[in-house]
């Protein structure tokens, strides 16, 4: 099959726009990559810090610097679900590599947070800027100069961005990410969902929702609703970064195990990483997260990452190919499935060969796994001596869930970019019902997530109207997430009114059947129009031509409005990031 002509255009301007900050980034990591392992230029003393600690045979293996000396940087915590597997894996990569003729340090850990524990609070302040601490602590790990290859460990929502970014500064190094798999299903997302819109209502107390909670949040894994966490395993998948068929095998499995040690045996003999992702590679990413339904998140985090290897991704890119690529899955938000559904449905190796074949995903491309996507059309399994396979995946096993691009559950990839009087923002239209894309009302204006609840719990919502939740942005308070505000949205829509959000902040992976206008740029603490919005101006959202309005002249208008004043974590411990933050649709990063 041909490329399709879209993807080839937009892959063409990416490279094209790229050309003055891609070429001197791959001449900076092939001028790293030709001097050799950089631990053979070190003087004797730092040499002899570096491998003070190691073994007698792998101190004379490093002494000689014949033999490959791997990195893993690793985001294990007990906290996240997602990340507490991944306190054995240092075990396991280390033997694998020494059996392969190397040796494997653990060169650092980086933070990792928890979104689903700070929803709400003071420390989702620090969450967008977390990815730019994980992006640094990774580079500090491997700015050692000791290593030849490295091995990434993490999974969830700004880990892996920022793994990526800080590894792409060392880009001449082989990397591969290794994820940790989901946690088995526990109470359907569409249940837990509604048990909170009736906690919303005041119909059950803390303790329902607590079980209800308790039993969708289970045990090791990450969670199983397709939201960022997810995403990114998709999406590090299509880019090369996994093991064909990687993402999503369950933790603590022979499987994951075997998957595991194999990945740090190919990091020995892969392409730097910094190759690996170029402009197809990102290309490829956009795709497969479109075609799944993927967090809007990746509007930020693909940027940034993308810009760390000197590639220039915009949100134009993102509009333009979700025009061209089909929705092939449905899962929750966007459906009633969770992530193992859509893994035992086909996976990452259905949905990767439906794109190859549609002509809508680079098959040249250099991944971990060798030369070609075409790999990533198998799935991994054990033979019947343990020994770890692949095979070419078969049809789905359930069209509710995952379909053939023939057949998709809808023509488009469902990220929509709106522009018009109010700035430039991201709305996720996958799990909108078509009649809810088009919103004209009034607007009600909140400081903050805490004064919308506030006004709902006080009866104050009950009517159509634009909920503008506003100085949200990484310039205000770090551009917290705003999922505190689903199930009183969603009970509102129950009672039969319309209601959409318009905000500065984020809703990202969970985003659901609200139509919510999200990542408004310019925020509103730079002064952008939201800032000069006042309740009772009447909004249009209008999905279907990409359109975000008032009826009103904001250019007369003075701006109004600081973010709520909270606690101030975000605002006390990172003032000075905040001065120097980029835009949404520039990554929200210093690193973009």
């Known amino acids: 099959m041909s490329l399709n002509p879209t993807v080839a255009d937009v892959t063409e301007r990416i490279a094209a726009r790229s050309a003055d900050t891609r070429e001197p980034y791959l001449e900076r990591i092939r001028a790293a990559a030709a001097t050799g392992p950089a631990r053979g230029h070190l003087g004797c003393a730092n040499l002899a810090h570096g491998f003070a600690a190691c073994g007698a045979d792998e101190k004379l293996l490093l002494r000689a610097a014949e033999r490959p000396n791997v990195a893993i940087v690793s985001a294990y915590n007990d906290t996240l679900s997602a990340h507490q597997p991944l306190e054995r894996y240092p075990r396991l990569i280390k033997q694998a590599v020494r059996e392969a003729g190397g ?24 969450s967008l800027f977390s990815r730019d601490v994980v ?4 580079a500090v790990a491997l700015s050692h100069d000791m290593f030849d290859a490295a091995v990434a460990l993490g999974v969830c929502d700004k ?7 800080g590894a792409l500064s060392f880009g001449q190094l082989p990397t591969v990410l290794v994820p940790a798999g989901p946690m088995p299903s526990g109470l359907p997302n569409a249940e837990k969902s509604k048990v909170r819109q009736l906690h ?25 609703f ?6 990114n395993q998709l999406v590090v998948e299509a880019m090369g970064l996994h093991l064909p068929g990687a993402a999503f095998i369950a933790p603590g499995t022979p499987l994951r195990e075997a998957l595991t040690r194999e990945a740090a045996r190919r990091v020995l003999r892969a392409a730097p990483i910094g190759e690996i992702v170029d402009e197809r590679a990102v290309v490829n990413a956009v795709v497969a997260l479109l075609a799944s339904g993927g967090s809007t998140n990746h509007t930020m985090h693909l940027v940034a990452v993308a810009a760390a290897a000197g590639i220039a991704l915009t949100w134009d890119d993102f509009a333009e190919l ?3 690529v089909p929705l092939l899955a449905r899962v929750y938000p966007n459906g009633p499935a969770d992530i193992n559904h ?8 259905f949905l990767i060969g439906e794109l190859l074949d549609a002509g809508l995903m680079h098959a040249d491309v250099q991944t971990v796994a060798g030369a070609g996507l075409e790999r990533y059309r198998d799935a991994p399994y054990l033979d019947d001596d343990g020994e770890l396979r692949f095979a070419r995946a078969g049809a789905t096993t359930d069209a509710g869930v995952l379909r053939p691009a023939r057949e998709p559950f809808a023509a488009d990839g469902g990220i929509r970019v709106l522009d018009g009087d109010l700035g430039r923002a991201v709305m996720k239209v996958s799990a909108v019902a078509p009649e809810r894309r088009v919103v004209t009302a009034p607007a009600r204006i909140f400081e903050g997530q805490t004064g919308f609840l506030a006004a709902f719990e006080a009866g104050e919502l009950d009517y159509y109207h634009v909920a503008v939740v506003r100085h949200q942005g990484p310039r205000a308070n770090g ?15 129950d009672r039969g009114h319309t209601v959409a959000l318009v905000t500065d902040g984020r809703m990202s992976g969970a985003s659901g059947k609200v139509p919510a206008a999200i990542h408004c740029t310019p925020e509103a603490a730079a002064g952008g129009p939201l800032s000069r919005l006042r309740t009772g101006d009447v909004v249009r959202l209008d999905a279907d031509r990409g359109r975000l309005d008032v009826d009103a002249d904001l250019s007369t208008r003075a701006p109004e409005g600081a973010a709520g004043p909270g606690v101030g974590t975000g605002r006390e411990l990172f003032a000075a990031f905040r001065e120097a933050v980029g835009r949404p649709d520039e990554g929200a990063s210093v690193f973009a």
């Open 479 to 493: 551009m917290p997430e705003l999922h505190k505000l689903t199930p009183a949205l969603g009970v509102l829509m």
């Open 135 to 138: 992006a640094m602590a990774t």
């Open 322 to 324: 979700s025009a061209a």
């Open 342 to 349: 859509f893994h035992a449905a086909g996976g990452t190796a």
């Open 200 to 224: 919303a209502e005041g119909k059950i107390g803390r303790d329902e929702l607590l079980e209800s909670e308790a039993r969708s949040y289970h045990s090791p894994g990450t969670c199983t």
């Open 226 to 231: 397709y939201g960022t966490a997810n995403s």
């Open 103 to 126: 040796v494997a340090q653990f060169a650092g850990g980086v933070p990792a947070m928890c979104d689903g524990i700070t929803q709400g609070r003071a420390g989702m302040e620090l």
């Open 159 to 165: 880990i892996v961005p920022g793994l990526l970014i």
